[in-house]
């Protein structure tokens, strides 16, 4: 099933290409532990799993959104049985076994896992992008988010919707 | 001769008052300058008050502005650094609610976020009427229109993301001057105080001056009263002094006058006892002896008539120098061996009017008495000097001007201050019983005030003594009339001459009538002045009117001689009188052209006399 079925045309493709530079802007506000990286100007990766329409625009969103931080960004393409390892965030764009499957295997590794509109009750990253009023939000799973050891900015959970909550 | 001597008091005062008034002078003016040195302290303090005062102010506007634009920096900084999630997820609620939380603070007006284009993004604002710009101004802090802006720029990593406006208000003017206005007060308040205690510090410094000023003003006055009173005091003895003199001169002037007139009857009767032979050997003897005794009488009461101011003076212009060097050799006889006479004449003297018989028989006195005092020997010093008597140091009954002073100084035993206050007293003496009269000094005050002057003696026991005569200056010119030659008219009258004798005591009459015809003069008599015209009208012949100067009836002897000299020019006259304040006596002195015989008077006198006035040419 497709949970972003309802969005067709230039509003969903303008809505990808939003997801897609904030798959670049979560960086800034998010902490991982010192062993997560090797040299000190590793770049952060940012993995992304499938060929949805994100996956597409992360490339060229990259350009647009400022840079984050020292390190910068690098955007890796994986397929759904890729090894997470390397990936610091990791967006999987399409649901299915092989996303669940990735995500159980990304539990507990200092990996920002992001979804797109998991439905409640589903699989979700620590990030789960959502609509809300027209516009792209996201959730937050904080729980998931300190198994992970990753420590999200206030800022950015000021900005989290809550689980089923507008 | 003795200085006139000035009161001590007056001397240690006029002496003492410069220097005192410098040095207050001085005090004053080192008060003035602390008055004033305190003054400027307290302007000063005051001034610095203010000044820091206003310092006080200025600095806290300063650092308050300084405050509040770190105060909204800070804001804004917060802002903009809690806004980046928001700008960079486009989550204008999440932008809203962190610029409505400035909100809380009164002061911010307007705040309000703008995404990294300058586009408004969120914004908060307090009225309508304070909108924020539809697009970013220029980055920093600035005052506009009394309203502190503030623009930060919402940085991520090293990119700017968007920018924060803030825009508050400065607390409002009147409310600041309202804080200040505190200070001021209480500024305003010290230096009021501090210029309050200044100006009172000065009121009592200068109330105090004013004290001390009194003080010595009421010390002044203390010491010139002081001396007025000593003054006074001296004035009042001397003036006590002069009374006392007075009443006893008019008292002795009274027994004189009547002594006179019995001594001119028995010394008169005696002299034509003696004249005619009457009797023998003894009993020309004993009127001889008589006549010496009334002789001696009339020279006693003489001598008081000179205390008295009585006896008529015959005053001539002289010199005084002159005088004394002529009396110098009979002074000499007088003190004998042991006492030696010293003179310091001054040159330039002035000339007095004075009688020169009455002048000769003062300093006779005077070396008398000097020579009694110096019973084993001395000096006596015989100086004269000019002197000015002025208003101060005339006291006593001297009057202020110029004066030839006579000073006979001896070194003898000096008189205590009784005896000088006593000594010009006649019959006043310390000496022996039969060695004195008592009248030697009296005589000498009796002449000196009757020629105007005074006499005044200062003494010390053991020292000696100094007696000072002050003769009024003549003022006249030099040499008019030194004596005349005085031949010695031949005695004995002129049958052909005439003399009506006026006389109202028949004795005394009798006795004058006698006398003149003894003298071989043609007399008439009458005994009175209407009685002596109508013998003058009955006899053209007569020649001389000799006549006493007190008469009853109408007529004195002044004025029936003005009469008789309306009637007939050429009449001459010869007045007599046992008492000089007469008619014819003007203060002492015979007025010009008048002769006159004082009474008692001897035949030879008589004779002479009238033989002068007889042989003058018309």
């Known amino acids: 099933m497709s949970w972003n079925a309802a969005a067709e045309g230039p509003v969903r493709a303008s809505e990808q290409a939003v997801k897609a530079a904030y798959l670049h802007k979560l960086a800034p506000f998010i902490e991982w532990p010192a062993a997560a990286f090797g040299p000190p100007d590793e770049p952060i990766t940012l993995c992304v799993v499938g060929a949805d329409p994100v996956s597409a625009l992360v490339d060229d969103a990259g350009g647009s959104v400022p840079r984050s931080g020292e390190r910068g960004v690098r955007v890796r393409h994986l397929s759904a049985n890729d090894s997470e390892a390397g990936c610091h965030i990791l967006y999987i764009g399409t649901p299915g076994a092989a996303a669940v499957a990735l995500l159980d295997r990304a539990r507990g590794k200092s990996i920002l896992t992001v979804t797109d509109a998991a439905p409640p009750g589903s699989r979700r990253g620590i990030v789960n992008f959502v609509v809300r009023d027209n516009r792209v939000r996201f959730e937050i799973d904080t729980d998931a988010a300190a198994q992970s050891r990753l420590a999200i900015s206030s800022k950015l959970l000021n900005l989290a919707v809550r689980d089923g909550a507008p | ?618």
Request: no cysteine; aromatic share 4%.
């Open chain 2, 1 to 618: 001769m003795t200085p006139p001597r000035e009161p001590l008091a007056d001397d240690s005062a006029a002496a003492a008052t410069p220097t005192e008034d410098r040095g207050a002078a001085r005090a004053a003016a080192a008060r003035a300058d602390r008055r004033g040195l305190l003054s400027a302290i307290a302007g000063a303090g005051a001034a610095l008050l203010v000044i820091a005062g206003a310092f006080v102010v200025f600095y806290s506007e300063q650092s308050y502005r300084t405050v509040k634009i770190q105060q909204a920096d800070a804001q804004t900084r917060i802002l903009a650094s809690t806004v980046t999630a928001a700008l960079a997820f486009d989550d204008r609620k999440a932008a809203q609610e962190y610029v409505n939380a400035l909100a809380v603070d009164p002061q911010v007006q307007v705040a309000a976020v703008y995404d990294a284009s300058g586009t408004l993004f969120a914004a908060y604002a307090r009225s309508p009427a304070t909108a924020p710009p539809s697009t970013v101004a220029a980055p920093g802090a600035r005052v506009e229109d009394g309203a502190l802006i503030v623009v930060a720029p919402v940085q991520q990593a090293s990119a700017t993301t968007g920018w924060v406006y803030e825009r508050s208000v400065l607390e409002p003017i009147s409310r600041r001057i309202e804080r200040y206005a505190v200070i001021g007060l209480l500024v305003s308040m010290a230096a009021l105080i501090l210029l309050l205690l200044a100006v009172a510090q000065n009121r009592l410094a200068r109330a105090n001056d004013t004290l001390a000023g009194q003080r010595q003003a009421l010390a002044e006055a203390n010491r010139s009263l002081l001396a007025q009173i000593a003054q006074r005091e001296q004035a009042e003895t001397a003036l006590r002094q002069a009374q006392k003199m007075e009443a006893i001169g008019q008292l002795t002037g009274g027994i004189a006058h009547d002594f006179n007139n019995f001594l001119q009857v028995i010394q008169g009767n005696l002299q034509l006892l003696e004249r005619r032979g009457v009797g023998g050997d003894d009993t020309q003897r004993m009127i001889r002896a008589a006549i010496r005794s009334a002789e001696r009488a009339s020279t006693l009461t003489r001598r008081l008539l000179a205390f008295a101011r009585r006896q008529p003076l015959n005053p001539v212009p002289i010199d005084v120098n002159k005088l004394i060097v002529a009396t110098s050799e009979l002074l000499r006889g007088t003190l004998g061996e042991k006492v030696t006479i010293e003179t310091a004449l001054a040159g330039g003297l002035w000339r007095v009017a004075a009688d020169p018989n009455q002048l000769e028989n003062a300093l006779l006195n005077l070396a008398v008495n000097a020579r009694d005092a110096m019973p084993d020997g001395g000096k006596l010093r015989i100086e004269t000097a000019n002197a000015h008597l002025d208003a101060a140091s005339s006291a006593g009954d001297a009057l202020p001007g110029p004066y030839v002073v006579i000073a006979v100084s001896d070194q003898g035993t000096g008189m205590t201050k009784e005896t000088r206050e006593q000594a010009f007293e006649p019959f006043f003496t310390t000496k022996d019983v039969g060695k004195g009269s008592g009248l030697g000094l009296s005589q000498v005050y009796g002449f000196i005030k009757q020629s105007g002057g005074y006499a005044k003696i200062d003494s010390e026991p053991g020292v000696g003594t100094t007696v000072t005569l002050y003769l009024p200056r003549l003022a006249e010119s030099p040499d008019a009339t030194p004596g005349a030659a005085d031949a010695r008219p031949p005695l004995r009258g002129r049958e052909d001459v005439v003399i009506l004798a006026v006389e109202d005591d028949a004795d005394v009459r009798a006795h004058s009538v006698a006398l003149l015809r003894e003298l071989g003069y043609a007399v008439l008599e009458a005994a009175d002045g209407a009685a002596a015209l109508d013998v003058l009208h009955r006899h053209p012949d007569v020649q001389l009117l000799f006549t006493d100067v007190g008469l009853p009836g109408g007529l004195n002897g002044r004025e029936l001689a003005d009469e008789a000299r309306r009637r007939r020019p050429r009449l001459r006259v010869l007045f007599t009188s046992g008492y000089a304040r007469d008619a014819i006596v003007h203060h002492g002195r015979l007025d010009p052209g008048v002769d006159l015989l004082a009474k008692p008077f001897t035949f030879e006198a008589l004779a002479a006399k009238v033989r002068e006035i007889v042989d003058r040419a018309p």
